[in-house]
């Protein structure tokens, strides 16, 4: 909700001022088209000034996450967490008070924004890991996509927040998200529970027999373990005796287990056409179709619709088929040839426009939200890890900290390649999204082999038992 209102804001900042009437006692010359604008985003190559704005977040949030998650499985994570959201309702409140401060420098509201970036690390990888304390793998992935359509909501509540005083006023876009966000953080303080165990309830089972499938798809005898397996138990150490506490895992130990780096490099193709769509969105609709600002803030909120249903699709269907990787790569395949239609014909009617954006958001979020969430929580609980849940918040903040790169490389790119044409920055974001395809082929080859020997001894099962009888 407190990242949304700048992609709102943005048509505001900039726009064309000859239709408007100009106050007599204003200064600038009769001709002038950009008296109305907020400077210093009057200028011509505004589009790069507003894409730095966005990157200055994106970049501080991609780097601080690294570091958040080895903080996240140190420190108490109702502390972490509130303090993260009270500074986060703080520097988005700073944004709109520029508006009322009157402030019109650059390095302002980058400051502002690099600050904000870093203040929200803390959440992630803190709301991940404490769901993942909560709730067991065997559900995981519908519970997760179920959970997970609050960034959704979030996107979508930022949108029509800011509609409201964006024509007006609209340093109350941020103001408002920003507040409201510093009271969730009070909330969190006095009802956050981090563990089941807290409240006397009993701890999930992370692990089942068909994980045992997929980990050994690609020998199913009982051979010694791997290299990496061994480089992965010699990194984790932990005390054998019950009452003691397992050590926190370091971050070339969370590198070691397996399915880090690809999901990690997919999420970060796969977030760089997400967070392309989150930033530059309303003012794509705002400058092809033509809408008022509020009004193509309110548009754009159809794609975080179907993100809230591509999240639950994807979390289902990979509980069902126990293939995460699978679900993830087949979701990105559709989601190429979407965003191809949606910049050709999405603009021709109203209607199209509406159900090509609930699809395009349903499949490009749906891996997005199922990598950050159920698998993260997955690898953060490997059977490798002998039970060490202490490995959670860190393997979750390089997965997410990987795929801000590729946030903070998404709105960047579309900042530079958009004065070239809108049809150059979807052919990027296609390109992204079948580089992420690509990346998981590894994995979905072996859930496929997984599958082939749970068939095969499915089949041998019936047999000897029609010859038992």
């Known amino acids: 909700m407190s990242r949304k209102p700048i992609s709102v804001v943005k048509s505001r900042l900039h726009h064309n001022c000859s239709g408007m009437i100009q106050p007599i006692s204003d200064t600038h010359r ?43 499985e140190r420190l108490p994570l109702r502390y972490y967490l509130t303090a993260g959201m009270l500074l986060s309702g703080l520097f988005t409140s700073l944004l709109g008070l520029g508006y009322f401060w009157n402030i019109h420098v650059l390095w302002y509201f980058v400051l502002i924004q690099i600050c904000n970036g870093l203040v929200q690390t803390t959440g992630w990888p803190s709301v991940v890991t404490c769901v993942g304390n909560w709730f067991g793998k065997g559900k995981r992935g519908l519970i997760m996509g ?39 953080g009070l909330i969190t303080f006095f009802f956050f529970i981090e563990y089941p165990e807290d409240v006397d309830c009993s701890p999930p089972q992370h692990h089942g027999e068909l994980e045992e499938n997929v ?46 780096v690809e999901f990690s490099l997919c999420l970060l193709f796969a977030k760089l056409v997400s967070y392309t769509f989150l930033y530059w969105l309303p003012l794509y609709i705002f400058n092809v179709v033509h809408f008022s600002a509020k009004e193509s803030g309110d548009l754009s909120t159809l794609f975080d619709v179907g993100g809230i249903v591509g999240g639950i699709l994807a979390g289902l269907v990979s509980d069902y088929t126990n293939g995460r990787a699978t679900t993830c790569c087949v979701m990105l395949i559709l989601a190429a040839p979407m ?58 903040a390089i997965i997410d900290g990987t795929g801000s790169i590729g946030a903070a490389l998404g709105p960047l790119l579309a900042g530079l390649i958009s004065p070239t044409g809108w049809n150059n920055v979807f052919y990027m974001l296609i390109s992204a999204d079948i580089l992420a395809c690509l990346l998981l082929c590894r994995l979905v080859y072996k859930e496929i082999l997984a599958w082939r020997s749970s068939l095969s001894r499915d089949r041998g099962s019936s047999v000897a038992l029609t010859h038992a009888r």
């Open 215 to 260: 980990d050994n798809a690609e020998d199913p005898g009982n051979r010694p373990q791997s290299n990496r397996e061994n480089g992965l138990e010699s990194a984790v150490s932990f005390s054998k005796e019950p009452s003691a506490q397992p050590a926190a895992i370091s971050f070339f130990g969370a590198l070691w287990i397996p399915g880090v």
């Open 146 to 184: 179920i959970w997970n359509s609050h960034t959704s909501v979030g996107n979508i509540l930022g949108s029509l927040i800011a509609g409201i005083w964006v024509d007006e006023q609209w340093g109350l876009s941020f103001v408002v998200p920003g507040v409201i966000t510093a009271v969730m």
């Open 339 to 396: 965003m191809f239609l949606y910049n050709y014909v999405g603009q021709s009617g109203i209607s199209i426009s509406i159900v090509m954006l609930l699809i395009c958001g349903a499949l490009v979020n749906g891996p997005y939200a199922l990598i950050t969430t159920a698998v993260s929580a997955d690898l953060g609980t490997h059977k490798s890890l002998k039970g060490n849940a202490k490995a959670l918040s860190t393997v979750t």
């Open 30 to 72: 009769l001709n002038d088209t950009t008296w109305c604008n907020w400077a210093p985003f009057e200028q011509s190559n505004y589009k790069q000034l507003l894409g730095a704005v966005d990157n200055a977040f994106l970049v501080a949030y991609a780097v601080g996450m690294f570091f958040s998650g080895i903080f996240g």
